[in-house]
């Protein structure tokens, strides 16, 4: 679409309609406008799956690896197909404008939504990202670059206010997002927080650098209710306001053009971007485009599990236990919490519903076929919070089918509107006039005697009863203004009753519709607590018979969630102690952890190996099957440094002081972190091993950087393990001599090869312009520093055996492109 066929169609919207424009019409769509042949935009989370306008379980989707785990493949091009797909289920849903990818940084380990973010180092992130976008808009579908910026951390996050110098901002918060407008982007989102005094609704980083300097012609939609203020946010470079219809532009924002205290070329500007975005993915004038799929339907879910496989970081693997050999195997014991119910995707706004999920149990059993036995023990006893009721344990007491029967009632308490569903999480029940309560019941049947935890989720007027006796009752107020709190994940109201195994008892949960307290509602229970020390010994009893041993361990919904940062590192639910017992009776034990970010692992030298398997996606267990049994390499490397303590991470804290979060570590997160201490951390940013042994044998550089200021580095690498393989050879940059403050090394790029045994190839990886390029604050612009800069080659941000140097001579004309 032209600029002059956009002033056209900015011409034929008056006033009133283009205000109306700029706020959403409802929680997930915008407004039409007929005067410009417009119609509605349909926004969608999320980063793992398209999960469309409704929170419904019965409305499923595709559920990809977590992008914490496409990060850790380390492959561009893995990341744009499963941009494609993402495309693909965006459009089957009637999805326009996908809300991400997510480019915020892993600045602290203790970052609550780590799961959701891609890596601790701003270049890695930006090349995942772009590929990401990339991936998602040649399907037609605009992807959205997320939370623009420095939204790092869940604490107080809606005003928490991030305290960061300009340099910092500029070479490390800024950068993934500056890559996502060079990859095309077509919208940016901002985020809750300030930045430096600001809340980033109405941040003049919106207009410098992200439309100005960086050219962004797109759309800056906020993150939902994160526009707070009229006249500041509209004077700003943000576009569209989510959701709708209420919030603070709507009539504010048309009195405050009105009287001049916000301009009407604001509002022109704004109406243009919005029909820019909507030319794009077909939501201007007739007929729509038809975008051919990415993906193929039929390749979809085999997509999704070589990518859980590219990612997925053997960490250790001692004495090569792994590949096993399955035709030697007659007896796996499959082990731990996770391996029956694993996570496979993280908590929180994101969320989409699978229509099937592998585990790691039923993969393995998959794989070695009916002829092996496949025993399964938790070791320790079930996670003793509620959690919501689905499954056999529960049906409909009006259709027998399992499952609960959700009614809304009006003030009388006359039913309105009945349906079944799948599971006791209702985040949001139907929307009729006249409705007051919403009620979940379901027939109960314990699968063991004792006494049960019975849960409610939600605010206002609050009741459960058990057979018609009170369990809970009250008026429970909000308690924060977290959208996901209070929309998503509200807290449980609980009490305890005594349950006899089999016997059923009809469970009744009510909340009433009060104003300002949301819609969503959770029927949710716990059993009795089990005993540990049984729990244990059957896992270690299952150990010792068996012929091999994975055990797989992980993070709770409570422990890695949207709304809160983690406190502490530790597997929770005594899983530590699991998989130390069944190491000293099987010191072969392989172990799989299933976690979105860094967990600590104090047995991980008792264990013969070590696979970080992230929030899989939905087909993680088929991968982790193909990965033990040989069907596939390890393909991952770490984005993020993992510790091996947790007073060892450098920059750990979440916590605001005074409502201010210093990033006073500046330039220094991750490894860059780790680098200036005196202590090791357990695995370091980069790290992954493969199914063969590789030798670093030369590196190559110019003895000067080009006129562009980029550069080929080749690094002679060679296959000396007894199987094919694929390496992933990292360069880092130092410049010890600068007169400026600089990280220790850097990283400055990569790329991967395979050779087959004894092989010898040639990695070659082009360093940017960029990777030599620091902020100078003083004069508020780009330069290079001339001189010499060391260039590693190897592993790891830890095992760099290769170094050359390249010089940036002093008359370099690559300045002159930095400006």
């Known amino acids: 679409m032209t600029e002059e066929e956009l002033d056209t169609l900015v011409a034929a919207v008056d006033l009133t309609a283009g205000v109306r424009l700029l706020t959403g019409a409802s929680g997930w769509r915008t407004h039409a406008e007929p005067a410009a042949g417009l119609r509605a935009l349909v926004t969608s989370d999320g980063p793992v799956g398209v999960r469309g306008e409704s929170w419904d379980e019965r409305e499923t989707s595709l559920v990809l690896p977590s992008p914490t785990a496409v990060a850790a493949a380390w492959d561009e091009e893995l990341a744009a197909e499963l941009g494609g797909l993402l495309a693909a289920e965006a459009r089957h849903k009637g999805v326009d404008v996908l809300l991400a990818p997510t480019l915020n940084l892993h600045r602290t380990p203790l970052g609550g939504r780590h799961f959701e973010c891609c890596s ?113 946010s509209a004077r700003a470079a943000q576009d569209l306001a989510m959701p709708g219809p209420d919030g603070a532009w709507g009539d504010a924002l048309l009195a405050a053009v009105r009287t001049g205290a916000v301009a009407r070329s604001a509002v022109d500007d704004k109406v243009r971007r919005l029909l820019r975005l909507a030319g794009r993915v077909g939501a201007l004038g007739t007929p729509p485009p038809v975008w051919r799929p990415v993906v193929p339907e039929a390749g979809r879910r085999a997509l999704l599990r070589r990518a859980a496989a590219a990612g997925t970081v053997l960490v250790r693997n001692a004495g090569q236990v792994l590949p096993f050999d399955p035709d030697g195997l007659r007896t796996v014991a499959v082990l731990g919490p996770r391996a029956a119910e694993p996570r496979i995707q993280g908590g929180g706004s994101a969320e989409v519903f699978p229509a099937s999920v592998v585990s790691p149990l039923e993969g393995i059993r998959a794989a070695l076929g009916p002829g092996a036995r496949v025993p399964h023990a938790p070791g320790v006893p079930p996670e003793r919070g509620p959690v919501p009721l689905t499954g056999e344990l529960i049906r409909n007491p009006d259709t027998g089918e399992p499952g609960v029967l959700v009614r809304l009632l009006d003030a009388e308490g006359a039913v309105l509107h009945a349906e079944h569903r799948l ?22 049947r314990p699968g063991v005697s004792g006494e049960w935890t019975l849960a409610v989720g939600g605010f206002g007027p609050v009741s459960l009863t058990a057979d018609g006796r009170t369990v809970v009752a009250g008026v429970f107020a909000p308690d924060s203004d977290d959208p996901t709190h209070i929309h998503v994940a509200p807290p449980y109201r609980s009490g305890r009753i005594t349950l006899t195994a089999g016997e059923e008892t009809e469970i009744v949960a009510r909340r009433g519709l009060a104003p300002g307290t949301g819609i969503a509602t959770i029927l949710a229970a716990a059993p009795p ?195 094919e393989g694929r390496e992933v050879v990292q360069l880092y940059l130092a410049r010890p001599a600068s007169a400026l403050e600089r990280p220790v090394r850097w990283f400055a790029g990569h790329t991967a090869v395979r050779a087959r045994p004894g092989e010898a190839v040639d990695a070659v990886v082009r360093v940017s312009w960029r990777a030599l390029r620091h902020w100078a604050v003083d004069e508020r612009r780009w330069c290079v520093e001339p001189g010499a800069f060391t260039v590693y080659a190897g592993r790891s941000a830890g095992d760099l055996p290769l170094m050359t140097e390249v010089t940036v001579p002093v008359t370099a004309p690559v300045a002159s492109a930095l400006l």
């Open 529 to 723: 607590p089990a005993a540990r020390a049984a729990a244990l010994a059957e896992a270690v009893a299952a150990a010792r018979a068996a012929d091999a041993v994975v055990v797989v361990v992980g993070t709770t919904e409570e422990s890695e969630s949207e709304g809160t940062d983690r406190v502490s590192l530790v597997l929770p639910g005594g899983q530590n102690e699991l998989v130390r017992a069944v190491a000293r009776v099987r010191p072969d034990t392989v172990v799989v952890v299933n976690a979105g970010g860094p967990v600590l692992l104090p047995w991980r030298d008792e264990v013969a190996a070590v696979l970080i398997g992230w929030f899989p996606g939905q087909e993680g267990g088929h991968a982790v099957a193909d990965i033990l049994f040989g069907g596939a390499e390890p393909g991952g490397r770490l984005p993020t440094t993992w510790p091996a303590r947790q007073n060892d991470v450098p920059v750990l804290t979440t916590t605001p002081r005074d409502g201010a979060l210093r990033y006073t570590e500046g330039l220094h997160i991750g490894y860059r972190a780790w680098l200036r201490g005196t202590v090791a951390p357990a695995y370091w940013f980069g790290h992954g091993l493969g199914y063969t042994s590789w030798e670093y044998e030369r590196v190559d550089a110019p003895a000067e950087v080009s006129a562009d200021g980029s550069f080929d580095v080749r690094v002679r690498v060679r296959n000396t393990g007894g199987r």
């Open 120 to 232: 601790e180092d701003p270049l890695l992130t930006s090349l995942v990202g772009a590929a990401l976008i990339r991936g998602v808009q040649a399907g037609g579908v605009a992807a959205t670059a997320k939370h623009f910026v420095a939204n790092d951390t869940e604490t107080d996050r809606l005003t928490v206010d991030v305290r960061v110098g300009e340099r910092a901002l500029r070479e490390v918060y800024l950068a993934p997002f500056e890559a996502a407008v060079e990859a095309g982007v077509w919208v940016v989102m901002s985020a809750y927080n300030r930045v430096n005094g600001t809340t980033m609704s109405a941040s003049p980083l919106l207009a410098e650098p992200l439309k100005g300097e960086w050219g962004f012609d797109g759309v800056v939609i906020s993150d939902w209710g994160a526009v707070r203020t009229t006249v500041e």
């Open 423 to 444: 599971s006791g999480r209702i985040v949001e029940p139907a929307r009729l006039d006249g409705a007051a309560t919403v009620e979940i019941r379901a027939l109960l």
